[in-house]
């Protein structure tokens, strides 16, 4: 079992960038999936990024592709997602989450961080 908390969100103009941090309890590079989750007011829960484990392949929604980068410091058991050219409809609250068999059920999950972008 893994306990995820989040940090790192805040509020930024259009443009601007944030670097969010998830810091895990337990080491999960070598068997972990690990991905990053929004969801925005009214909407449903998107996933935004996929970690796979071992240093291995990433994955991201269309509307985040080359702006948004997931990654992860071992040494630290922390996942971050780096967001730049920030626009208002990446307006969400920010969850990291975990599993171990690569499917689409996430059992672990972090209490979120919210993330602003103004106009």
């Known amino acids: 079992q893994v306990r995820l908390v989040e940090s790192g969100g805040g509020s930024v103009q259009a443009g601007g960038s944030l670097r969010l941090s998830c810091a895990a309890s337990t080491y999960t590079a070598s068997r972990y999936y690990m991905a990053w989750f929004r969801q925005a007011p009214g909407k449903e829960r998107e996933a935004v990024a996929t970690l796979w484990p071992r240093g291995g392949s990433t994955a991201y929604t269309n509307s985040v592709k080359g702006r948004f980068t997931i990654s992860q410091d071992n040494a630290k058991n922390t996942l971050y997602l780096q967001m730049n050219s920030l626009k208002p409809e990446d307006t969400a609250m920010y969850y990291c989450?975990?599993?171990?068999?690569?499917?689409?059920?996430?059992?672990?999950w972090g209490q979120g961080t919210q993330v602003t972008v103004s106009s």
């Open positions: 989450a975990a599993n171990t068999d690569g499917s689409n059920s996430w059992p672990y």
